[in-house]
């Protein structure tokens, strides 16, 4: 029996390699970017057997991920349908990685003289020296990425759940997730940054019941690596570890003091790595004050024919034609500051609103809204329910190690909410921390709560 799968997988992988040969007949890059796909799944399933993981269900969601990611990347690529924004991100991505790579194919691997403001045209350009320098190469990369970041969905909600059915369920609603739909299939950043903050987030919660230091060595090297791609989510993810670590470590009271003094301290190295200061001090000073926040809220983003001030905003203004919104920063008074953050927050969490829909392309929102809403209210009914059933504390205890997603999804829409008032970028941008929250819609479904000792 054993050397009959053997043989049919063989099989499989035989046809497969052969359809590739057809295709390539037709479009050389299409065939060697679902090659390098072929490939890196290869290696992820190897490699899941190897830690002797045998969950079908988890490879059964992980192709499904790849299939549906597929689709929409061809679609995409072939129709050229991208009318939501991105795309002087995406070209630019495209345009570097292809330069990058043309220089290490002579030889040449100097980066001097390409401008770049982050390592992710490295990582694509590194893709195109060993295959093509194409843009459909690239965005077949972010495929795999795709099916990684659902791997980490998957193994998130089995950490709290301990439910199958509850991971897979998840992970098939992050499929079909609209924005991650189509940003996701871009050759963006975000497409990194999300399996990136989701294995965080794993290893996260597997060092507050079991802490070792090998995983919070991985943890500081993948933090880093977000602090330098969008250093507002490194920092949500940051602080969220350290308030985590003292309110629900299973260490006892004076290892997780003596750890923490120690992760406190090494902790602040990793933004200083990147020169932006010990705890990125040089950051915080450069964004963190009226004048820098103001002008985001106030001017980059404003809508077109909104601007107070024509000069100061000209050259901004049509970032946000369309799908920005004005919320003032209020800081004449801190009760205003207060209520307007909120109202920016509010916009962050569960915007577009439909009557802030302006445009027929802006209604794909809805397919991700209104569904966003149904999950949301109903997680927090399921959070009220289980406290009138079980009382606070012993709710607080069942949901203890769902913490860190909270307080990281807490963080990062509260960085979000703070600085952009475009609703295309904030879609984009909170791709993570939705997902993060999603991965907390099978506790709030739950109805035995406390049934696992967790």
Not at 19 to 42: N, Q, R, Y
Not at 301 to 310: E, H, L, R
Not at 336 to 357: A, D, H, M, R
Request: hydrophobic share 55%.
């Amino acid at each position: 029996m054993k050397k009959y799968l053997i043989s049919y997988k063989n099989k499989i992988i035989l046809f497969i390699l052969i359809g590739l040969g057809l295709i390539s007949f037709l479009d050389k890059a299409l065939a060697i970017g679902l090659l390098l796909v072929f490939f890196l799944t290869l290696i992820t399933f190897l490699i899941l057997l190897k830690i002797g993981i045998k969950d079908k269900e988890l490879y059964l969601i992980l192709l499904i991920a790849l299939l549906i990611h597929l689709v929409v990347v061809s679609f995409i690529y072939y129709t050229e349908f991208k009318p939501f924004g991105g795309g002087a991100d995406y070209d630019g991505y495209n345009q570097t990685a292809i330069e990058i790579a043309q220089r290490f194919k002579q030889g040449n691997f100097s980066l001097e003289g390409i401008h770049f403001v982050n390592y992710f045209p490295l990582l694509i350009g590194i893709i195109y020296t060993f295959t093509l320098p194409e843009m459909i190469v690239g965005q077949l990369f972010t495929v795999w990425l795709a099916a990684i970041s659902i791997l980490f969905v998957y193994l998130i909600v089995l950490e709290l759940s301990f439910s199958k059915k509850w991971a897979f369920l998840i992970g098939l609603i992050v499929c079909i997730y609209p924005s991650y739909l189509y940003f996701g299939s871009l050759l963006l950043k975000d497409t990194l940054i999300i399996p990136l903050v989701l294995s965080a987030l794993f290893l996260f919660i597997k060092m507050m019941k079991n802490f070792s230091w090998k995983n919070f060595f991985i943890f500081y090297i993948i933090l880093t690596c977000l602090i330098h791609l969008r250093f507002y989510i490194g920092y949500a993810l940051l602080f969220s570890f350290i308030l985590c670590w003292f309110l629900i470590s299973t260490l006892n009271l004076k290892k997780r003091v003596i750890y923490g003094i120690v992760i406190i301290l090494l902790l602040g190295f990793s933004p200083q790595f990147l020169s932006y200061g010990y705890y990125g001090t040089k950051i915080f000073k450069a964004y963190l004050n009226p004048e820098t926040i103001t002008v985001y809220r106030e001017v980059v983003y404003v809508p077109s024919g909104s601007a107070s001030s024509g000069s100061a905003s000209s050259g901004s203004a049509s970032s946000g034609i369309g799908s920005s919104f004005v919320v003032k920063t209020g800081f004449e008074k801190p009760s205003n500051f207060v209520i307007k953050y909120l109202e920016s927050f509010t916009y962050s969490l569960l915007g577009p609103f439909p009557w802030q829909i302006r445009y027929r392309r802006q209604l794909f929102a809805l397919f991700e809204i209104i569904p966003w809403y149904f999950l949301f209210f109903i997680f927090i009914f399921g959070i009220i329910g289980s406290i009138r059933r079980k009382g606070f504390l012993k709710t607080l205890k069942f949901y203890k190690f769902a913490m860190p997603l909270l307080v990281f999804a807490v963080l990062s829409l509260g960085a979000l909410s703070l600085f952009i008032t475009n609703f295309g970028i904030i879609t984009r941008i909170r791709i993570p921390s939705f997902i993060a929250l999603l991965c907390l819609m099978s506790l709030g479904f739950s109805k035995k709560i406390g049934h696992r000792n967790i």
